[in-house]
């Protein structure tokens, strides 16, 4: 029970980011918009394929497709990159930062957090170039374990 409490406080925070996101850049909260935002709520990265599927009995595609390109324009959103498997998460403001292996195969998708080596190695990088860091992209693609065995 506790946990869910936890939860519920974690997602109704992560609303009020994204309301006052959009409010900041002149964006309305619409229906639309919430329903998607909602839905990538989830703990796992989804396709758009799986977002329409959630969304379908609220809003039309067309309409996810537009809240999506939004959301990517705003930086609500963070894409992973797997060919036609593409996967989409919300952006380091509403999660902790992190990376991902990726199965080129099957699409399963693992989070990496590892500051200690991964975030400071780049940190090194961006010194070493006199760099101010705004963000950065770290993402493996791959072949995971299931599928190496099936192969
Ligand atoms: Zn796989
Ligand atoms: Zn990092």
Redesign the pocket.
Known sequence: LLQFAILDAVSVNQEATFRSLLSRHNYHVTKARLVVFRILQSPEPLSIREIIDKSKEQIDRVSVYRAIDLFEKLGVIHKIYIGWKDKIELSDTFLD?H?HLSCTNCGKIVKIQDEKH??SF?DSIVKEHGFVAVQ?R?EVDGVCPTCQKNK
């Open positions: 930062h990376h991964i975030d780049i950065h770290f």
